[in-house]
């Protein structure tokens, strides 16, 4: 059986460079304050809904939020008006996380919104985030992807974790944002406010408290 010689390796193609590494410009939340596209991010705290909220109205294009049954129907589109257009917005009930998991793979995989949101009942295992950052990175689009969970999260695997908690003043919104775990970032914390516009304004804070 003939043979052929393997061809000299400047000759091969390329291999593609990593999602990240084309220069993808992160989505800003305020400045200093950004989020990788193409990745899954990690929310908690008991501000959490809102930090997701706050970070679609600064995407394009439509936004998936995935739920349980009874969370999907408690949005309310005039609470979230400031922050998002209730009208991107495509709500799915899907029950239990492993249903959410699997709708929020789909998504990110397809390409077809900005962002996709799965709020769960718990913080999945590594298998299923690795399987989530696989597809954000696989659609060529850089979806970004948001989970919610409970109390402190804790997934493994995620791009970052993000801690939003209310400090309202009287007349102002105010939030205490902490960024307790990136792979790209050391640990900090801010206090967001509206700015100008729809800007927020974010002045660095002390060390996380989780």
């Given at each position: 059986?003939?043979?052929?010689?393997?061809?000299?390796?400047?000759?091969?193609?390329?291999?593609?460079?990593?999602?990240?590494?084309?220069?993808?410009?992160?989505?800003?939340l305020?400045?200093?304050?950004?989020?990788?596209?193409g990745r899954?991010?990690?929310?908690?705290?008991p501000?959490?809904?809102?930090?997701?909220?706050?970070?679609?109205?600064?995407t394009?294009?439509?936004?998936?939020?995935i739920?349980?049954?009874v969370?999907?129907?408690?949005?309310?589109?005039w609470?979230?008006?400031?922050?998002?257009?209730?009208?991107?917005?495509?709500?799915?009930?899907?029950?239990?996380?492993?249903?959410?998991?699997?709708?929020?793979?789909?998504a990110l995989?397809?390409?077809?919104?900005?962002?996709?949101?799965?709020?769960?009942?718990?913080?999945?295992?590594?298998?299923p985030?690795?399987?989530?950052?696989?597809?954000?990175?696989?659609?060529?689009?850089?979806?970004?992807?948001l989970?919610?969970?409970?109390?402190?999260?804790?997934?493994?695997?995620?791009?970052?974790?993000?801690?939003?908690?209310?400090?309202?003043?009287?007349?102002?919104?105010?939030?205490?944002?902490?960024?307790?775990?990136?792979?790209?970032?050391?640990?900090?914390?801010w206090?967001?406010?509206?700015?100008?516009?729809?800007?927020?304004?974010?002045?660095?804070?002390?060390?996380?408290?989780g």
């Open positions: 059986m003939p043979t052929h010689p393997a061809p000299p390796p400047e000759t091969l193609p390329a291999k593609p460079a990593p999602l990240l590494a084309r220069g993808r410009a992160p989505l800003q305020a400045p200093g304050v950004e989020f990788a596209r899954v991010h990690e929310l908690c705290g501000a959490r809904r809102t930090l997701a909220l706050l970070l679609a109205g600064r394009e294009g439509a936004v998936l939020w739920a349980p049954e969370a999907a129907r408690a949005l309310n589109p609470g979230m008006a400031g922050l998002c257009a209730p009208e991107r917005l495509i709500l799915a009930a899907a029950r239990p996380d492993r249903e959410a998991l699997w709708c929020l793979e789909e995989q397809s390409g077809a919104v900005a962002m996709a949101v799965a709020e769960l009942a718990a913080p999945p295992g590594l298998t985030m690795r399987r989530l950052q696989l597809a954000a990175e696989a659609s060529g689009r850089a979806p970004i992807g989970i919610l969970t409970p109390e402190a999260g804790g997934a493994p695997g995620a791009e970052s974790r993000w801690h939003l908690t209310a400090a309202h003043a009287e007349g102002q919104n105010r939030w205490r944002l902490e960024r307790r775990r990136a792979r790209m970032a050391p640990p900090a914390a206090l967001l406010e509206p700015g100008p516009g729809a800007a927020l304004l974010a002045t660095r804070q002390g060390a996380p408290e």
